[in-house]
């Protein structure tokens, strides 16, 4: 019988050198799969990216560790719903690296972040996903993630972009 892997989420601190570099190795390994857009992140952003995000008061990143090497990364950054007149939680990227997927580690950084949200006093969390990837979908779902929509007359929420710089 094969013994299960220790599986550790931790809230990162992005300023030990160690949690910055499987920061960095995760979202590039991200950044080359299709679901990232297929290609590396620039050597300047992905230097850079640690710190600028440890100084920011409403960034939170998660990092799974499997038999203590890094498998996985939620990164998530609050909003705030003028509806509720509450903060939310938006997740921002949730990713598995190749030889990790199947252990429910997405299932456990989504937990995580939701103890963040809980913890923060978050009215709801949000994501966005490609409607092509139906496995993230599935772990979504599974989660109690549906798609937003204020009335089904008026339609789901669509997620659009107008880039201001590269």
Not at 35 to 58: V, Y
Request: charged share 25%.
């Amino acid at each position: 019988m094969p013994i299960a892997p220790t599986i550790e989420i931790i809230e990162a601190d992005l300023g030990l050198t160690e949690q910055a570099d499987a920061f960095r190795q995760l979202l590039n390994a991200y950044a080359k799969d299709p679901m990232g857009g297929g290609k590396p992140l620039p050597d300047d952003i992905l230097e850079r990216l640690p710190q600028a995000l440890a100084q920011r008061s409403d960034s939170y990143s998660l990092i799974a560790y499997c038999d203590g090497k890094p498998a996985g990364l939620l990164n998530a950054f609050e909003g705030f719903s003028t509806f509720a007149c509450a903060p939310l939680l938006n997740i921002h990227d949730v990713i598995v690296a190749e030889g990790y997927r199947g252990l429910g580690l997405a299932d456990q950084l989504l937990e995580a972040a939701e103890g963040i949200a809980r913890r923060t006093g978050c009215c709801k969390l949000t994501l966005e996903v490609l409607e092509n990837n139906t496995r993230a979908q599935t772990v979504y779902r599974r989660c109690g993630y549906a798609g937003y929509e204020l009335d089904p007359e008026t339609g789901r929420a669509m997620f659009w972009q107008k880039v201001l710089r590269d």
